[in-house]
T-cell receptor
Framework: NAGVMQNPRHLVRRRGQEARLRCSPM?????VYWYRQLPEEGLKFMVY????????ESGMPKERFSAEFPKEGPSILRIQQVVRGDSAAYFC???????????????FGPGTRLLVL | AQSVTQPDIHITVSEGASLELRCNYS??????LFWYVQSPGQGLQLLLK??????LVQGIKGFEAEFKRSQSSFNLRKPSVHWSDAAEYFC????????????FGPGTSLSVIP
């Protein structure tokens, strides 16, 4: 069973360009979480999605950032008009769709390191 | 508000020495507690978790953690550290809001001296 996949692993963008980060959850998982890790800082929650639904986006910046998890295909975190402050590692995690709630562990992908020049 | 603190930003220990990483949480109800490890350039891997029952939890790689409700703590321990344990360690608490949410602490960076 393949783990959580993220691509690209490294992404370089110039200021003003768009960044698209992809996350394929583990097989059978329908819950996806995105986190951002700034240099020397911990993980900050960004958004929680289920298939075709955004459940909680309280950690997402109000502008330029969006996320989706379509019925088919990976979850996408999109950053428009990137700025240098967006440089960070972005991690995706997934968990299965059971009633266990917090008993279900989040499984993390290897992350995408975004560098904005 | 729910939160997790890890008082030690960075810890250095000698190989073979014992280790204790501190974690304190703030949450009104019974928490679900987790410890994750992140090796350089990698994602997070679950070390152990506590949901209920025995307050001493065993995890992978020889780690254990003890839940102490009176102190709102969930400290991670290992009796003898190996050089490969050098990594970033994150404590996390699961809370129930409108849905189940996991809140991470800021992390503790562990260095191991040969």
């Amino acid at each position: 069973n393949a783990g959580v996949m993220q691509n690209p692993r490294h992404l370089v963008r110039r200021r003003g360009q768009e960044a698209r980060l992809r996350c394929s959850p583990m097989k059978g998982h329908s819950h996806v979480y995105w986190y951002r890790q700034l240099p020397e800082e911990g993980l900050k929650f960004m958004v929680y999605l289920q298939k075709e639904n955004i459940i909680d986006e309280s950690g997402m910046p109000k502008e330029r950032f969006s996320a989706e998890f379509p019925k088919e295909g990976p979850s996408i975190l999109r950053i428009q008009q990137v700025v240098r402050g967006d440089s960070a590692a972005y991690f995706c995690a997934s968990s299965p769709p059971t009633a266990g709630g917090l008993r279900e562990t989040q499984y993390f992908g290897p992350g995408t390191r975004l560098l904005v020049l | 508000a729910q939160s997790v603190t890890q008082p030690d930003i960075h810890i250095t220990v000698s190989e073979g020495a014992s280790l204790e990483l501190r974690c304190n949480y703030s949450y009104g109800a019974t928490p679900y507690l987790f410890w994750y490890v992140q090796s350089p350039g990698q994602g997070l891997q679950l070390l152990l978790k506590y949901f209920s029952g025995d307050t001493l939890v065993q995890g992978i790689k020889g780690f254990e953690a003890e839940f102490k409700r009176s102190q709102s703590s969930f400290n991670l321990r290992k009796p003898s550290v190996h050089w490969s344990d050098a990594a970033e360690y994150f404590c996390a608490v699961g809370v129930k809001t409108s849905y189940d949410k996991v809140i991470f602490g800021p992390g503790t960076s562990l260095s191991v001296i040969p």
